[in-house]
């Protein structure tokens, strides 16, 4: 079993019920989640829109390789409608964004899938609910806990 740190994101529609069933979904497809973070409202990140945000994390135990895991998280962000992810930084509005930010101690890099998240530590919108869950856990590439990551972004 590994244990996974998952970032979700929504701005269209009714956000809270966009990251509640994109959550239960993730438990029922993926594994079990051992905790969840509060619903934070952001400004969006990359490109300009009239809607704002509403960003959670999740830590996850599941079965599923890394892969495979991408793979159930991209189908249920189509099931819940979101019709195209973000290609070369360019972003848009949508639905639900499900992103891998952490797979066990776990570094990878291909076409497909980066761990740890590449832009994670970027984002205070992903770094604020991944501290609220799990502040002390180290990032396997700058060997940092959580919650100086977070700190790091808010100076």
Not at 72 to 77: A, G, K
Not at 92 to 102: F, K, P, Q, V
Not at 109 to 129: Q, Y
């Amino acid at each position: 079993m590994a244990t996974v740190y998952l970032s979700l994101g929504t701005n269209l529609g009714d956000k809270e019920k966009n990251l509640s069933e994109a959550i239960q979904r993730i438990e029922k497809q993926a594994g079990n989640i051992l905790s969840r973070s509060a619903f934070y409202m952001t400004e969006p990140w990359g490109f300009i829109s009239m809607n704002s945000f509403l960003n959670a994390a999740i830590e996850l135990k599941t079965e599923l390789c890394p892969h495979s895991l991408l793979k159930v998280t991209q189908e249920i962000e189509k099931e819940m409608g979101r019709e195209a992810k973000s290609i070369q930084g360019i972003y848009n509005d949508r639905i639900i964004d499900i992103d891998i930010l952490l797979y066990d101690d776990l570094i990878c890099s291909n076409t497909e899938l980066t761990i740890p998240h590449p832009l994670m530590t970027k984002r205070k919108f992903v770094m604020k609910p991944l501290a609220e869950i799990a502040p002390d856990v180290i990032h396997p590439v700058l060997h940092k806990n959580f919650s100086k990551i977070l700190q790091q972004i808010q100076a």
